[in-house]
T-cell receptor, first 113, second 113 residues
């Protein structure tokens, strides 16, 4: 119930293409869903986050799509660039557990020039 | 610019030795997290503090790990005695609240031989 399942484990996309990473959860009490981006040798950094009262949030080339009924959310990266090559983590948390983040396993994204 | 500072960046130590990792959270942040990252387990929350008080350290092996915040500008994570299975990257992160952005440091890469 506490898990967040992330797929795929790795992804290769051509420059200019759309990168899509998916996450699924079981616990309907989750109410905060962030995506973090991590470059080699660095700590994760918040990319974009969503709460379940909206179905989509867009920031630049990055979009979160949220499907509450399916208990799924996904990250779309439009016009993917080599600089987007990184590991992406989804996470989920809920108020009644002090918003302790439950992390997905990560997706290593490679954008081919 | 404001950032979370972790020291040391790299640490190689022999099994059985004490290891101390330090973290300076962003000034004004009242929530501090310690995470461990490995290829096998991904990101694991070890402990977190709010206003310097430990709120959750259930992810931490109690017999050898300890985490403290002697003051608002310093968080420490100690391992005594260290074991080869403790080899990982340890991240400190800080934030305003648990449900807002967590700012990660660059991590301490620990190798126990």
């Amino acid at each position: 119930q506490q898990q967040v399942k992330q797929s795929p484990q790795s992804l290769i996309v051509q420059k200019g293409g759309i990168s899509i990473i998916n996450c699924a959860y079981e616990n309907t009490a989750f109410d905060y869903f962030p995506w973090y981006q991590q470059f080699p040798g660095k700590g994760p950094a918040l990319l974009i986050a969503i709460r379940p009262d909206v179905s989509e949030k867009k920031e630049g080339r990055f979009t979160i799509s949220f499907n509450k009924s399916a208990k799924q959310f996904s990250l779309h990266i439009m016009d993917s660039q080599p600089g987007d090559s990184a590991t992406y983590f989804c996470a989920a948390s809920r108020r009644d557990s002090n918003y302790q983040l439950i992390w997905g396993a990560g997706t290593k994204l490679i954008i081919k020039p | 610019d404001a950032r979370v500072t972790q020291t040391p960046r790299d640490k190689v130590t022999e099994m059985g030795q004490e290891v101390t990792m330090r973290c300076q959270p962003i000034l004004g942040h009242n929530t501090v997290f310690w995470y461990r990252q490995t290829m096998m387990q991904g990101l694991e929350l070890l402990a977190y503090f709010r206003n310097r008080a430990p709120l959750d350290d259930s992810g931490m092996p109690k017999d050898r790990f300890s985490a403290e915040m002697p003051d608002a500008t310093l968080a420490t994570l100690k391992i005594q005695p260290s074991e080869p299975r403790d080899s990982a990257v340890y991240f400190c992160a800080s934030g305003w609240r648990e449900d807002t952005e967590a700012f990660f440091g660059q991590g301490t890469r620990l190798t126990v031989v």
